[in-house]
C-alpha cells in the first residue's frame, strides 16, 4: 500500500512538471501595467515585470466591450514582441534605433533613462482591450 502511495506521487510530480515547462516555452509572462499614455491614435502601455520595465505600442481602435479594457495597476498575461524582430536583414545593434515614425506628426522613442531599449506590440491587446493569447 506504502508503495502504491509512493508511485502514484512520483506519477503526479512528473505530470506537474510537464505542464511547467509547456507553460515556459510559451514565452507568456505576466505584467502589471504601470501607465497608459493616449497620443493621436496610438496607445502607449508602459508594463513592468519583476523590475523590467516594458514599453507596449498599440493602434487605438474603438472599444466593443468596457469589461475587456485594461487598467492602471492590474495585471495581464501578455505576448509581447519586439516591433523590429522580424526586420531583414536583422538589426545588428538594435541601441542604434532610438526612435520609430508612427505617422506623419508622431515619433515613439525608447526612453533609455528609464531602461527602456525597445519597443513592443502584443497579440494579447487590441486597442485598450485584453484580448488574451488568441
Given at each position: 500500500?506504502?508503495?502504491?502511495?509512493?508511485?502514484?506521487?512520483?506519477?503526479?510530480?512528473?505530470?506537474?512538471?510537464?505542464?511547467?515547462?509547456?507553460?515556459?516555452?510559451?514565452?507568456?509572462?505576466?505584467?502589471?501595467?504601470?501607465?497608459?499614455?493616449?497620443?493621436?491614435?496610438?496607445?502607449?502601455?508602459?508594463?513592468?515585470?519583476?523590475?523590467?520595465?516594458?514599453?507596449?505600442?498599440?493602434?487605438?481602435?474603438?472599444?466593443?466591450?468596457?469589461?475587456?479594457?485594461?487598467?492602471?495597476?492590474?495585471?495581464?498575461?501578455?505576448?509581447?514582441?519586439?516591433?523590429?524582430?522580424?526586420?531583414?536583414?536583422?538589426l545588428?545593434?538594435?541601441a542604434?534605433?532610438?526612435?520609430?515614425?508612427?505617422?506623419?506628426?508622431?515619433?515613439?522613442?525608447?526612453?533609455?533613462?528609464?531602461?527602456?531599449?525597445?519597443?513592443?506590440?502584443?497579440?494579447?491587446?487590441?486597442?485598450?482591450?485584453?484580448?488574451?493569447?488568441?
Open positions: 500500500m506504502k508503495n502504491l502511495y509512493i508511485l502514484i506521487l512520483l506519477l503526479s510530480s512528473c505530470s506537474s512538471v510537464r505542464i511547467s515547462e509547456k507553460f515556459q516555452s510559451s514565452g507568456d509572462k505576466v505584467y502589471l501595467v504601470k501607465h497608459i499614455k493616449r497620443l493621436r491614435g496610438w496607445n502607449i502601455i508602459y508594463v513592468t515585470n519583476g523590475d523590467s520595465l516594458f514599453k507596449v505600442i498599440t493602434k487605438r481602435q474603438p472599444l466593443e466591450n468596457r469589461s475587456c479594457k485594461i487598467r492602471k495597476g492590474h495585471s495581464y498575461r501578455l505576448e509581447l514582441h519586439w516591433i523590429l524582430e522580424n526586420m531583414k536583414p536583422p545588428s545593434n538594435y542604434d534605433v532610438g526612435c520609430f515614425d508612427y505617422g506623419p506628426k508622431l515619433r515613439i522613442c525608447t526612453e533609455p533613462a528609464k531602461g527602456i531599449y525597445k519597443l513592443y506590440y502584443t497579440p494579447s491587446i487590441k486597442g485598450l482591450c485584453y484580448v488574451g493569447n488568441e
